[in-house]
């Protein structure tokens, strides 16, 4: 098993982050308070919005000069902005500041991903708690039409010609429909459902567990449930870490499938785990990719947190 919590992690707040000088800040936005607040507290020399057509704004609702671009992969997506918005920058040695709270996850990973691959040693990720989600335990972040589940780009790994030892893990949260296709995409794998505990606010726990319950026929009786701190991407990479350790020496593992589909921070433990155990092997991470995304789940601010993601 590899400790990863050792890495920094911290509250930080609004001054905090307007007296920390970043060369880039990169932050995807949606008209929500939290990511509104802390585009415009961030100090940068450079700072980008980048937009995801999947929220549906119109035009008048995305502020002018920020990135936007037909891609649908996230690869491509990612791929075009850092083309036009940062030709030519040594990403080896650039100061980068990532907020990703309106990042839709796959593209949030392929981040991470693409900065790693650059030679990015560490870079700085903020992410804002809501202050509670407009629907409670009913909150729809995706659209239920979900039209492929696929290996998010980045993290495809290889494909182990044996599937009778296949491991699903699913990071569970409010999107009982997206946890469901995944299960039901992989269903002769055994299952292990990772639930965020504690979680980003005290009543979310029972919120989200209600919604994975709703999952339970394509999850399967058999499928066992551990925790990581919701809003601690360090803590979710190291349970993953022992996690899988010891599933390779008690029962075996073919082909291992990583699906985070709670919090933010808890898919950035996902990457963090995929990028320094599993890269070249037969491990990949699969997402449930919808038609659309709500632009505005959430209302009000809540914690502010700061990692420091080293690679």
């Not at 937009?51 to 990612?78: C, I, N, Q």
């Not at 299960?183 to 979680?199: Q, Y």
């Not at 567990?209 to 601690?232: K, N, S």
């Not at 919808?290 to 502010?304: H, L």
Request: glycine share 6%.
């Amino acid at each position: 098993m590899t400790d990863y919590t050792y890495l920094y992690r911290d509250n930080t707040t609004l001054n905090d982050l307007a007296s920390a000088k970043w060369d880039v800040f990169i932050s995807a936005h949606n008209p929500t308070e939290r990511v509104l607040r802390v585009f415009d507290a961030v100090s940068a020399k450079q700072k980008d919005w980048v937009s995801h057509a999947e929220y549906g704004l119109t035009k008048d609702r995305v502020p002018p000069g920020s990135f936007t671009s037909d891609a649908r992969r996230e690869d491509d997506f990612m791929f075009e902005y850092f083309e036009e918005r940062l030709r030519g920058v040594d990403l080896k040695t650039v100061s980068i500041c990532v907020d990703v709270t309106g990042f839709m996850r796959p593209h949030m990973l392929y981040l991470v991903h693409y900065l790693s691959e650059k030679g990015a040693k560490k870079v700085d990720i903020v992410y804002a708690e809501p202050g509670h989600y407009k629907r409670l335990d009913d909150t729809q972040f995706a659209s239920d039409r979900v039209h492929t589940v696929r290996q998010v780009a980045g993290y495809e790994g290889i494909t182990a010609n044996k599937t009778r030892d296949d491991l699903l893990i699913i990071n569970a949260g409010f999107e009982d429909r997206l946890t469901a296709e995944v299960a039901e995409d992989k269903d002769k794998a055994r299952k292990v459902v990772l639930l965020g505990l504690p979680s980003l606010k005290a009543d979310m726990y029972q919120q989200g567990v209600l919604r994975t319950r709703r999952a339970r026929d394509a999850l399967g009786e058999g499928a066992r449930e551990l925790f990581a701190p919701a809003a601690d991407p360090f803590a979710t990479a190291t349970v993953l870490s022992d996690l899988v350790g010891k599933e390779r020496l008690s029962s075996g593992i073919d082909n291992l499938y990583l699906s985070p589909l709670s919090t933010k921070p808890s898919a950035l433990g996902f990457a963090l785990f995929y990028i320094r155990e599993c890269r070249g092997t037969a491990a990949s991470i699969i997402f449930p990719f919808s038609e659309s995304y709500a632009a505005d789940a959430s209302e009000g601010i809540g914690r502010i947190w700061k990692y420091e993601m080293e690679f």
